[in-house]
């Protein structure tokens, strides 16, 4: 029997504002414990929360980049239970009128493109962090994280594979960190994905009971997980088994799921509307004010990086990783009028230049138009492509211009036939054995004179004139 | 009968109360009295009336996006009833 | 006469002509609680050090003629209000020991307005009652008779306001927490329009229902307070941008030509008749007054008490989940799980009321409840605004009495929380559709216990309700009386 998995996915991201959603406290990462809290995130008795523009703004671009439908009604509920990372007993959060619902997404591997269903987008706050002792008696809660601003992304269950799923996570990924609202960290948990999977047999209709996946923190570890939990529950159900509808744990070291059953109950959250808030409205005009200032998306610029530069949707998957490289590789690419180049040097030298030096795209220290001119220097024969990498390094060290380098460093290519013509004499009756040789029939010596030529001529002559002047008078002896 | 004991037993789980037996007793039939009242609700005609949430009709109650100063963990931490100095401590959760 | 049973604009006057110090106004007021407090139990915790710094700078500033509304007056505030560095407790074990690192607004708002703060006064535990028996730091007695509740939960800022041990003070009101023990004590009590005042630092009960407002010994110094207490406030979310108009503007007003709207639901047959009686008479001040008043219909009135009683503990259940002893407040000892902990801190930190109310609350909210209960009193309350919005629109004000009874014994109804619930029935209405009102002391039971009538307004017409609580109080011959203590 062929079983086939139904998995969706839900991602919190939370939001790159700078104060929380709910009061004026710092966002900031890794601060001393406690030390970005307030009464009001505190949850301490009289305070009351007060709407951030922002996350609103930040929550419709990712609903207007996920083509959901905006609900011009928002409102808020409290989703009421116990934990000791939550402050007030309840977090605020948005239940029957949530931001947005019914988006969806185009995800890309293995060379198709499939369409995942967005359910709903709804605005919510962070609870803190609580710190249990392995070996000891009590939990540690640092409450900074509390009241950070998240998004909710829920999918639709749409797919059918781990791949699927981690595929659709990247894209999610991707478009939040294109947007600018979210960094993307998993590490720091700034991104975080829970996953909802059953097994069916192929070909029918129902869904199998699903369990809900926790606990996993990076991409990889997503689709470790899942492919365990598929194969768990299809080992169940062919021993006879029934899946139990449960939440389990994804443990990364024993790379398997543990029941949390018996240790957490069903949570009744008695949702009711936050009497605290009030509805926003979100109007056609400020949806058009977000609509505008929304950078191109990475598929849309994907596409369309394959169809204005000619450049295969390899290299247009590379340049696009970040917002900052695509836009560097377009300056190049007009600059220049040579996109294919244009891509092989970003994609090349530039991005292990990056890797190497472990720095930011931002922080490049060739400028794209300097790069543009030394590739025009390539392409009106000034310096050869080998001698470019030089100017390159040179370029990056020094932060100078590719002309200044080169004129500097004496490094301009020497087209001059005249000159050639000198040194390949030269070269030849230096090397009378290899000359004996080649005249014998070794005509891979082609590439040795060709090589104390370049070496003659500091890798300066024009390779194309070399070849020419070289076959020649090779041919003349 | 509203409200069985097993249902107050549960709701007192929820609401993270403990009740002796003599106390869920007495809950129970308070409980069922007060429940029974609420009964006279079924004799209003509220087919298509919207459930008045807020008292008001205010939208759009949002604020800019700026830090304000935090107290700073020693104030926070002030009341806490058990604290390392740093963190809040409670009882182990057990996961 | 002692200068503890002046009114605020008395003492304000005084001050200003420099015949009395604010000092010695306060000390009067602390000598009067000294006297009489041990009896009434109208305090929690007094805040001698801070009034004394206040009332000493109040003194500087008249000296140097920089007079605000409230310079130098002793004003008491019910201990449901966030005092930075001051105990707050909300008549509470939970909260006994937790000192709030905040001010409330409308605290701050009074401390810019000059005002002394005398002390957090006695309150039903997280204002969950009617008759100031459930606090935590015991009953507050009724200073016209000590066996007799003042009424709450606001019952101690009530007491203390007529016992004089203040010259007025602060309540909180959610389903006539203010206006009930006003018309028990014998004083003014008004619960603002919902959103008129800030309700950030007002340790929830009711989101939805709570308000904050004065008490006062007559309906001019009710104005001045007004005045102070109201206005936005950007950290609620909740309160209006409204302009804050001068209340003391419409004190001499009258109301001829008003029409005065009297629900014959308030008035039926079994009635208390010496409530009757004296709202009777209050009726008769108000027609010769040149005002009309006109039968009216508040058609859902009678199902305020259910709808009240799911919506509030509902709302309570959810803003006491806070207390779990993790970040402030009381925590027991033991307990070997983080579960126990939180269930035996919970059991032992609140009292009965406030875990029933709890228990009624998680209820109503709970998988399966929730359109039975929540959704359906929610809806029955849009028609109980309705009924007021309908109402409005043909009269200036409503007059109700404020309770079915005068104050009743300490002890009598606690045994039996449905029938302690049904005496807030005149009150609850208001709160549920978030309009104002105010009582007014217009008579004396055969026993000598203040009665009080109620004045209801729509919508941020504050000034209105005060033109004619002033209008009614100049011309109704009520006998001045002082009680016993």
């Known amino acids: 029997m062929e079983y086939e998995p139904i998995i969706g996915l839900e991602v919190h991201a939370q939001l790159l504002t700078e104060s929380k959603i709910f009061c004026g406290c710092s966002t900031r990462f890794g601060a001393a414990p406690n030390s970005n809290t307030c009464p009001i995130c505190l949850g301490m008795p009289g305070v009351l929360p007060v709407l951030n523009r922002t996350v609103v703004e930040y929550a419709i671009k990712m609903a207007l980049a996920t083509h959901c439908r905006i609900n011009r009604v928002n409102s808020f509920a409290r989703k009421n239970y116990f934990y000791p990372d939550l402050p007030k007993g309840y977090q605020i959060s948005q239940y029957a009128e949530p931001l947005a619902e019914k988006g969806h997404i185009d995800i890309e591997y293995d060379g198709t493109r499939k369409t995942i269903g967005i359910t709903r987008i709804h605005m919510e706050e962070d609870a803190g962090k609580s710190i249990h002792e ?4 009590y939990t540690y809660v640092d409450l900074n994280r509390t009241g950070v601003p998240l998004i909710e992304i829920v999918s639709e269950p749409d797919m059918r594979s781990p791949a699927e799923g981690a595929a659709y996570l990247r894209r999610l990924h991707e478009i939040l960190v294109y947007l600018e609202i979210c960094d993307g960290n998993m590490e720091e948990g700034s991104f975080r994905c829970d996953a909802n999977v059953s097994v069916r047999p192929r070909g029918t209709e129902t869904f199998g009971t699903r369990a809900e996946l926790k606990n996993m923190n990076s991409f990889r570890n997503v689709q470790l997980a899942l492919d365990y939990e598929i194969e768990r529950q299809i080992d169940c159900l062919e021993s006879g088994e029934t899946v139990i509808q449960e939440t389990r744990l994804w443990d990364a070291q024993g790379r398997v799921t543990h029941s949390m059953r018996g240790k957490e109950e069903a949570h009744d959250y008695r949702y009711f509307p936050e009497p605290d808030l009030v509805p926003v409205m979100i109007s056609d005009n400020w949806i058009n004010d977000v609509k505008r200032g929304l950078p191109e998306l990475p598929l849309e610029k994907r596409d369309r990086f394959v169809r204005e530069y000619g450049i295969p949707s390899y290299d247009a998957g590379v340049l696009t990783a970040s917002r900052a490289l695509a836009d560097y590789f377009e300056v190049v690419a007009k600059v220049t009028g040579q996109p294919k180049t244009a891509s092989n040097w970003v994609m090349g030298s530039v991005l292990a230049s990056v890797k190497e030096e472990k720095i930011e795209v931002e922080k490049i220290p060739v400028s794209p138009d300097a790069l543009g001119d030394m590739i025009i220097a390539i392409v009106d024969g000034t310096i050869s492509g080998k001698i470019a990498k030089d100017v390159f390094d040179a370029m990056w060290q020094t932060g100078k211009s590719p002309r200044v380098i080169i004129e500097e460093k004496g490094l301009a290519q020497i087209d001059d036939t005249g000159a050639v013509d000198a040194v390949v004499n030269e070269v030849l009756i230096a090397h009378p054995m290899q000359l004996a040789e080649y005249q014998a029939g070794k005509e891979k010596l082609f590439g040795f004179f060709v090589g104390q030529v370049m070496k003659r001529t500091q890798g300066k002559a024009n390779p194309q004139v070399v070849n020419d002047i070289l076959k020649k008078k090779l041919s003349e002896q | 009968m509203k409200i069985t004991k097993k249902e107050v037993e549960y709701v007192a789980h929820l609401a993270r109360l403990d009740c002796s037996e003599e106390e869920k007793d007495i809950f129970t039939s308070q409980l069922n009295d007060i429940l ?15 459930p008045m949430n807020h008292a008001l009709s205010l939208e759009n109650i949002l604020r800019e996006d700026e830090i304000r100063e935090s107290l700073g963990a020693e104030r926070a931490l002030a009341n806490a009833p058990d604290s390392d100095g740093e963190y809040f401590r409670v009882t182990r959760v057990i996961d | 006469m002692s200068l503890n049973e002046l009114t605020v604009h008395d003492v304000h006057n005084k001050l200003v002509t420099g015949e009395v110090t604010a000092v010695e106004v306060l000390e009067a007021v602390y000598d009067r609680i000294d006297a009489v407090d041990g009896t009434i139990n109208a305090y929690i915790s007094l805040m001698k050090e801070g009034a004394y710094e206040a009332a000493e700078q109040a003194d500087r500033d008249l000296s140097e003629g920089r007079v605000k509304p409230l310079t130098g007056i002793p004003v008491a505030i019910k ?75 606001s019952g101690g800022s009530a007491a203390a306001v007529n016992a004089n041990e203040c010259i007025a003070a602060v309540g909180s009101d ?35 229902l709570d308000q904050v407002g004065p008490l006062t010994k007559d309906v001019e110094d009710a104005a001045v307070m007004m005045n102070v207490l109201a206005g936005h406030d950007a950290a609620d979310s909740t309160s209006v941008p409204h302009p804050v108009p001068d209340y003391r503007e419409n004190l001499s007003r009258g109301i001829e030509g008003w029409t005065v709207g009297i629900p014959r639901e308030y008035f039926i047959e079994g009635i208390d008749p010496e409530i009757k009686a004296a709202v009777d008479g209050v009726i008769a001040t108000v027609e ?25 503990p509902a709302e309570a259940s959810s803003n006491l989940a806070r207390y779990d002893g993790v970040r402030y407040g009381f925590r027991t000892s033991g307990g070997d799980t983080l579960l126990d902990s939180y269930k035996m801190t919970r059991s032992a930190g609140f009292g009965a009321e406030v875990k029933r109310r709890i228990m009624i609350g998680t209820y109503s909210l709970s998988a399966g409840y929730y359109d039975a209960y929540y959704k359906k009193a929610s809806q029955v309350r849009a028609l109980i605004k309705k009924d007021f919005d309908d109402a409005f629109r043909s009269c200036d004000i409503i007059l109700t009495p404020t309770t079915p009874t005068p104050a009743f014994r300490i002890g009598e109804k606690v045994d039996d929380p449905l029938q302690m619930y049904l005496t807030d029935i005149f009150t609850l209405s208001i709160n549920l559709a978030g309009v104002p009102a105010l009582s007014l002391p217009c008579g004396y039971s055969t026993d000598g216990l203040p009665l009080g009538v109620q004045l209801i307004a729509h919508h941020f017409q504050e000034d209105k309700l005060i033109q004619a609580a002033a209008a009614v109080e100049s011309h109704l011959p009520l006998e001045k009386k002082r009680p016993g203590i």
């Not at chain 2, 029974?36 to 919207?50: K, P, S």
């Not at chain 3, 006109?294 to 009240?308: G, Q």
């Open chain 3, 79 to 153: 201990d449901i209000l966030s005092t930075e560095g001051v105990r707050t407790t909300c008549g509470s074990r939970m909260l006994e020991n937790f000192i709030p690192p905040y001010d409330a607004t409308v605290i701050r708002r009074m401390k810019e307005a000059g005002a002394v703060l005398v002390g957090k006064t006695n309150m039903d535990e997280f204002a969950m009652g009617s008759s100031n028996e459930t606090s935590y730091f015991g009953v507050t007695r009724n200073p016209w008779d000590r066996n007799r509740i003042p009424g709450g939960s």
């Open chain 2, 36 to 50: 029974g009242y609420m009964d006279i609700l079924n004799t209003v005609e509220t087919a298509g009336v919207e």
């Open chain 3, 174 to 208: 959610t389903g006539g927490s203010i206006r009930q023990p006003a018309a028990h004590c014998g004083v003014v009590g008004l619960k603002p329009t919902y959103g008129r005042v800030s309700r950030y630092g007002l340790i929830a009960f009711a989101s939805s």
């Open chain 3, 288 to 312: 010769s007054l040149g005002a009309e008043c006109r039968d009216i219909s508040l058609p859902h009135s009678r199902y305020c008490v259910a709808v009240y009683y799911i919506i509030a």
């Open chain 1, 134 to 137: 392995d070996d000891g008696d």
